[in-house]
């Protein structure tokens, strides 16, 4: 009986630690109110950070100083006004901007978590993104909000999207890679869209909204499940051996 007991404690175990998700894994950002600085989504396999700071410039290639951590806000407000910003921002709007050289609002996603569960890709949708504005997605190994000042280094520039006005879609999205240099995401709103995503100086003052986030997870091949089942049942039957020989 006790060779039974330990053994199925092992197997609970075992399975206990491995990847809580495989396959499509989705967030909507969508909902109302304050969360606090930090939240977590996915059981921690990405967690959201608000930031305010005092920029040098509003664009990509700014430096950014006396960075506090500022309250997340979520916003349901029609099917292009929906998703993840910071409380304060905007006259209450709640978005993610660059609205001054001393008032700029930023998000950080760490998905470190994400790339331990196997991920290489991930989609991240943005709404509210009106003529004129645009969003930046920068990567980062790790999270550098907590230096003194930092520069926003726009040589890994995951994704940069502004409307010029041609289309009256206010929700765009961007599908990039993540690697070993990707741990941290830093997502701003930057000088707004001015008709070329080369060009990322345009006026400032757009204000967006993170809207979902979605990645894929590999499932376990069905070849290694069998195998890591295999040496379950070994396992099993050896402690059960030594046990019956220890009553003998």
Not at 92 to 102: L, Q, R, V
Not at 177 to 200: E, H, R, T, W
Not at 221 to 232: H, I, K, Q, R, S
């Amino acid at each position: 009986m006790k060779a039974r007991v330990m053994t199925l404690g092992v197997v609970l175990a075992m399975f206990a630690a491995g990847p809580a998700f495989a396959g499509s894994v989705t967030i909507n950002f969508g909902g109302s109110g304050s969360l606090g600085s930090a939240q977590s989504f996915l059981s921690g396999a990405v967690v959201a950070y608000g930031y305010e700071c005092s920029a040098t410039n509003a664009t990509t290639g700014g430096t950014l100083s006396n960075c506090v951590q500022n309250n997340l806000a979520e916003k349901m407000d029609g099917s292009s006004e929906t998703g993840l910003g910071l409380a304060g921002e905007g006259n209450g709007e709640n978005e993610i901007g660059f609205d001054s050289t001393n008032a700029d609002f930023l998000l950080g996603l760490d998905v470190s978590g994400l790339l331990k569960l196997g991920a290489t890709s991930m989609t991240l949708s943005f709404g509210s993104v009106q003529p004129g504005e645009a969003y930046a997605i920068l990567g980062y190994a790790s999270n550098p909000f907590g230096a003194a000042s930092f520069t926003l280094d726009n040589t890994n520039t995951r994704a940069f999207v502004g409307n010029d006005g041609t289309t009256t879609n206010q929700v765009f999205s961007s599908t990039f890679s993540l690697n070993s240099d990707d741990q941290f995401l830093v997502i701003l709103s930057p000088c707004a869209f001015a008709g070329s995503p080369a060009d990322k100086n345009g006026p400032c003052g757009g204000n967006v909204l993170l809207g979902s986030l979605s990645s894929n997870v590999p499932t376990p091949e069905p070849g290694t499940l069998a195998l890591f089942a295999t040496g379950l049942l070994a396992l099993g039957f050896g402690m059960r051996r030594r046990f019956a020989f220890q009553r003998q």
